[in-house]
């Protein structure tokens, strides 16, 4: 697969200009058994070293974002296929710089409504260390009343995260849970709502696809028209856990999927992924940059690193 390593990119809806920002875009970020006990030491969980070679890289953006495949609840902690991972698994993307976590996926719901809002409250209200801020910390995709975003809004960028597949479809009735309809009159009417608070330009990070296929599906590239016609102007999407390919559909690019940016699943491909780094001047893009990842292991921990 030929990766599109950096371009100069001119779509709709780019206008306002003044001030240059950065986010980077990262895949799909599991933890898994083997990960986590690699990680117990003396009584306490530490994934520091599973992210330390990306501290320089992350810290070149203004944000960078993810998507979180794990509820965080408290123990017993389990790996696939319900997944419940230590705080510590994320308090260690935080300190390099991870600052954006995608809920909307179809793990978020394996331990039910608690375990949504427990989630919510750890990523941003939680066990804190090395002076985090929390209040800088962004959950998108699941909400209810009075936690959780269902979109931000940077210098009149909108990101919104949605999924279309879901594990346990029984969401408890406080907790909504961003999903694509069909009839696309959901996001139709977030669109609208974000255009109102000032957003001129368009992000979905979008749970999508058939695992471990290497090339989009004839689904994913409806749905992506479907987006495109409400007036999205990029998409991300994760799920398959390896890299699919990307194309530019009427001006607008689609990621199908960047991958898993960190796992243990030693399977070909599922060690791999591409982060996208967008540079911003306000609402106008300037350049894609795809950066490719890879996740090792040793006897102590399985880390992720720039590759080249």
């Known amino acids: 697969m030929r990766y599109l390593v950096s371009q100069n990119i001119h779509t709709k809806n780019q206008f306002i200009m003044g001030k240059k920002w950065k986010i980077l875009f990262l895949g799909d970020v599991m933890c898994h058994d083997d990960q986590r ?9 530490n994934f520091d070293n599973s992210f330390d ?30 997944f419940n991972t230590p705080v510590e698994f994320a308090d260690s993307l935080m300190d390099v710089g991870a600052n954006i976590f995608f809920l909307a996926n179809n793990h978020i719901n394996d331990r039910g409504e608690s375990g949504i809002e427990s989630t919510i409250n750890k990523l941003t209200t939680g066990y804190t260390k090395g002076g985090i801020d929390k209040s800088k910390i962004y959950t998108l995709g699941v909400s209810n009343n009075s936690i959780g975003n269902k979109h931000i809004i940077i210098n009149g960028v909108a990101i919104l995260n949605y999924t279309n597949i879901l594990n346990n479809k029984e969401v408890g009735g406080n907790i909504s849970i961003n999903m694509i309809d069909d009839d696309m009159m959901k996001i139709t009417q977030d669109i609208a709502d974000v255009k109102k608070e000032g957003a001129q330009y368009i992000i979905v990070y979008i ?21 495109i016609n409400c007036d999205v102007n990029f998409i991300i999407g994760g799920h398959p856990h390896v890299v699919e390919d990307y194309e530019f559909i009427n001006n607008v690019p689609v990621f199908y999927s960047l991958g898993n940016f960190i796992s243990s699943q030693p399977e070909d491909f599922r060690t791999e992924s591409v982060g996208l780094s967008l540079e911003f001047d306000g609402v106008y893009l300037t350049n894609i940059n795809c950066i490719p990842f890879k996740t090792e292991h040793d006897d102590k921990k399985y880390f992720t690193k720039v590759v080249g």
Not at 37 to 45: D, Q
Not at 207 to 227: D, T
């Open 37 to 45: 006990e690699l990680a117990y030491k003396n009584g306490t969980y």
């Open 207 to 227: 749970h999508w696809g058939k695992e471990y296929e290497r090339f989009h599906s004839e689904s994913q590239r409806k749905i992506a028209e479907m987006l």
């Open 53 to 82: 070679k990306l501290k320089d890289l992350f810290g070149e953006h203004d944000y960078v974002a993810c998507n979180m495949e794990s509820p965080i609840c408290e123990p017993p902690y389990m790996g696939f296929p319900k």
